[in-house]
């Protein structure tokens, strides 16, 4: 099946560095991503919406200067967590919609998650 | 002003037996559910969904019922393992408007005791 791959897994980085995560849609194309994030015992919560070759739509109260997202390919969306601060710790998934396919069975796909943890 | 509601944090149910998570939706608009299941630090896995234009679908030991008018989904599991004991999310979405993201509930986690 459809395989979307997400990296880092992990990352730990210290208060004022930025981190770059890469979602990868591994054997189909995307021209949508979405970005979501997790806080511990909430929901999975949308950032942003990435569109290869144009600008990611942000969800309100998600600052677009801090969470910088490039999808420069159908096959690549990085989020780039800039000045990272501890309150940035969390869980990020990205998830992908197959171009070719269509809601019949669900195809929004999703990656493995990265954990950021800053000190 | 949550879109998707999850009343139910969690849920212990003995193997063998049903579980029955619930799912409540605010916005009429939605047509197309669906159930993930997430293990920690893992991204969510699709389970099952179904369109607005019916009121049950069933995958193996897995049906999800959509009742529109209540507004109300809900996932049954039958019989209830133990490998099923994760997080459960409820997502919806508008099939026909191009290229939406899901709206999640909070989640419930199952626990499936053998």
């Known amino acids: 099946g459809a395989v979307v791959s997400q990296h880092p897994s992990r990352v730990i980085c210290k208060s004022g560095t930025s981190v770059k995560i890469e979602c990868r849609s591994l054997?189909?194309?995307?021209?949508?991503m979405f970005w979501y994030r997790q806080f511990p015992k909430q929901s999975l919560m949308l950032m942003a919406t990435?569109?290869?070759?144009?600008?990611?739509t942000y969800e309100q109260g998600v600052e677009k200067d801090k969470f910088l997202i490039n999808h420069a390919s159908l096959t690549l969306s990085t989020l780039t967590v800039t000045s990272a601060h501890p309150e940035d710790s969390s869980f990020y998934i990205c998830s992908a919609r197959d171009d070719d396919g269509g809601w019949g069975t669900g195809e929004l796909f999703f990656g493995e998650g990265s954990r950021l943890t800053v000190l | 002003d949550q879109q998707v509601k999850q009343n139910s944090p969690s849920l212990s149910v003995q193997e063998g037996r049903i579980s029955i998570l619930n799912c409540d939706y605010t916005n009429s608009m939605f047509d197309y559910f669906l159930w993930y299941k997430k293990y920690p630090a893992e991204g969510p896995t699709f389970l099952i969904s179904?369109?607005?234009?019916?009121d049950k679908n069933e995958d193996g030991r897995f049906t999800v019922f959509l009742n529109k008018s209540a507004k109300h989904l809900s996932l049954h599991i039958v019989p209830s393992q133990p490998g099923d004991s994760a997080v459960y999310f409820c997502?919806?979405?508008?099939?026909?408007?191009?290229?939406?993201?899901?709206?999640f509930g909070k989640g419930t986690r199952l626990s499936v005791i053998a």
């Open positions: 990435s569109n290869e070759g144009s600008k990611a």
């Open positions: 179904i369109s607005s234009i019916k």
């Open positions: 997502a919806a979405t508008f099939r026909n408007s191009g290229n939406t993201p899901l709206v």
């Open positions: 054997d189909f194309q995307a021209t949508t």
